[in-house]
């Protein structure tokens, strides 16, 4: 078994820790929303498959320079569509060899889900740069500190039920990053392109953390 993904092509991870993950019925202008995230701290964007029109707004947001990847790929079709318009990374909600196989002949990390020890062991094999626990609230960040023992050198994404008032004990716990989701990107703010709302609960969300910083 691999025990050492490949990390540094997500190396900046480890100084940004958070990645938004955007579900919204609508997204007014993709770009945008980037840099309001950005404005609060968080340089990590992820739209996912269960929004309409989401390879439009990846490219958009890729074209304008923003580090984007897309998340809840099941099919190595969805990994394709994904990297060919710009997205930077690829996130599964579990362990999808063929998305892992599709992300590696594109080319693009990709972030493979798991819940169990198994799991994680079975998503290193496939090649993932990083392993997202979900849903992370199913056990807690304890969880995380209990992984650290037989996954070492394996980096873990706390991902599912994180917010701004247990995002800390999460990487304090052992998790690289944390996936924001509802608390910092409500799909009625994102879909009325409410950004400063977006930025306010962006900057909230990393001080609460203790990361994070505009540029």
């Not at 080319?107 to 889900?113: A, C, D, F, S």
Request: glycine share 12%.
């Amino acid at each position: 078994m691999n025990s050492r993904p490949a990390l540094p092509a997500l190396a900046a991870l480890q100084d940004d820790r958070v990645i938004a993950v955007v579900r919204a019925p609508r997204i007014p202008d993709a770009p945008a929303l980037c840099a309001a995230l950005a404005a609060g701290g968080i340089h990590w964007t992820e739209f996912t498959y269960t929004t309409p029109e989401v390879t439009k707004h990846l490219r958009r947001a890729a074209q304008s320079g923003w580090r984007v990847g897309v998340g809840t790929v099941l099919t190595a079709e969805q990994a394709e569509r994904g990297a060919a318009v710009g997205a930077s990374f690829l996130v599964t909600p579990g362990c999808r060899p063929e998305v892992a196989e599709a992300a590696r002949a594109a080319g693009v990390p990709v972030v493979l889900g798991a819940l169990t020890p198994t799991e994680v062991a079975e998503a290193v094999d496939l090649g993932a740069a990083a392993v997202k626990i979900f849903p992370a609230r199913a056990f807690g960040p304890g969880y995380f500190k209990d992984l650290r023992g037989p996954y070492p050198g394996v980096p873990l994404v706390a991902s599912g039920g994180v917010n701004a008032g247990n995002a800390a004990d999460f990487l304090g716990q052992g998790a690289l990053a944390v996936c924001a989701g509802t608390d910092v990107v409500p799909p009625d703010a994102v879909a009325a392109g409410d950004w400063a709302e977006i930025t306010r609960r962006a900057r909230a969300f990393t001080a609460a953390c203790g990361v994070g910083t505009p540029r």
